[in-house]
C-alpha cells in the first residue's frame, strides 16, 4: 500500500509559518539592542559626577557588536567595551569612535571572540567614558541583555563597592 505525500506536503507547508515565525522572534530577540544609561555610581570605585550618558549597544550571536552613546557633563577622552563583572574593573575589548565631541560609537566590523561573548552572556561586559578627571572611568553601565519587553537595564551597581 502506497501512502500519499501530498497530506505530508500539506502538513509541512501548514507548519513552514510557525518555523518561520519562531525563527524570525528568535532573531528579533537577538537583535534586540540594550539601552544603557552610563553614571558615575556605576564605577569601580564609584565616582561623584555629573555627568552621564545614555546609548544602545547591540550584540548579534554571530558576535558582532554595534551601536552608540552620547554623553553629557564631562569632556571624554575616550570609551572603551570593556571585560568585567558588576563591580569589577577589566581590560578594554573595543575603543569606541568618537563622532562628536560627545558621542561615540562601536566601530564597523567589531566582533566579540567566543571566550567575550560567553563573557556578556554572562553579564561581564560594561561601557566605560573616561576623562581626564577620571582617567580610569567617569562613567560606566554593564551590558546586561534584557528579556524581550522587559524594561531595559540601565546600571548595574554592585553594593559592596560603596564604603
Same mark, same amino acid.
Given at each position: 500500500?502506497k501512502?500519499?505525500?501530498?497530506p505530508?506536503?500539506i502538513?509541512?507547508?501548514?507548519?513552514?509559518?510557525?518555523?518561520?515565525?519562531?525563527?524570525?522572534?528568535?532573531?528579533?530577540?537577538?537583535?534586540?539592542?540594550?539601552?544603557?544609561?552610563?553614571?558615575?555610581?556605576?564605577?569601580?570605585p564609584?565616582?561623584?559626577?555629573?555627568?552621564?550618558?545614555?546609548?544602545?549597544?547591540?550584540?548579534?550571536?554571530?558576535?558582532?557588536?554595534?551601536?552608540?552613546?552620547?554623553?553629557?557633563?564631562?569632556?571624554?577622552?575616550?570609551?572603551?567595551?570593556?571585560?568585567? #563583572?558588576?563591580?569589577? *574593573? /577589566?581590560?578594554?575589548?573595543?575603543? &569606541?569612535?568618537? $563622532?562628536?565631541?560627545?558621542?561615540?560609537?562601536?566601530? +564597523?566590523?567589531?566582533?566579540?571572540?567566543d571566550?567575550?561573548?560567553?563573557?556578556?552572556t554572562?553579564?561581564?561586559?560594561?561601557?566605560?567614558?573616561?576623562? #581626564?578627571?577620571?582617567? *580610569? /572611568?567617569?562613567?560606566?553601565?554593564? &551590558?546586561?541583555? $534584557?528579556?524581550?519587553?522587559?524594561?531595559?537595564?540601565? +546600571?548595574?551597581?554592585?553594593?559592596?563597592?560603596?564604603?
Amino acid at each position: 500500500m502506497k501512502i500519499p505525500s501530498k497530506p505530508t506536503t500539506i502538513t509541512l507547508s501548514r507548519a513552514a509559518p510557525f518555523a518561520l515565525l519562531l525563527m524570525a522572534s528568535a532573531n528579533l530577540y537577538a537583535q534586540q539592542p540594550m539601552l544603557i544609561s552610563l553614571n558615575g555610581e556605576a564605577e569601580v570605585p564609584p565616582v561623584t559626577t555629573s555627568a552621564k550618558g545614555t546609548g544602545n549597544i547591540t550584540v548579534m550571536p554571530d558576535r558582532t557588536v554595534s551601536g552608540s552613546i552620547k554623553v553629557s557633563g564631562l569632556v571624554p577622552t575616550v570609551a572603551h567595551i570593556h571585560e568585567g #563583572a558588576v563591580g569589577k *574593573n /577589566g581590560p578594554p575589548i573595543i575603543t &569606541l569612535t568618537q $563622532t562628536a565631541g560627545d558621542s561615540f560609537v562601536v566601530p +564597523a566590523g567589531a566582533r566579540l571572540t567566543d571566550a567575550q561573548y560567553t563573557g556578556f552572556t554572562q553579564g561581564n561586559l560594561y561601557v566605560n567614558v573616561h576623562s #581626564a578627571e577620571y582617567p *580610569n /572611568g567617569e562613567i560606566r553601565a554593564q &551590558l546586561l541583555r $534584557t528579556e524581550p519587553g522587559a524594561t531595559p537595564m540601565r +546600571a548595574a551597581v554592585d553594593p559592596d563597592s560603596r564604603e
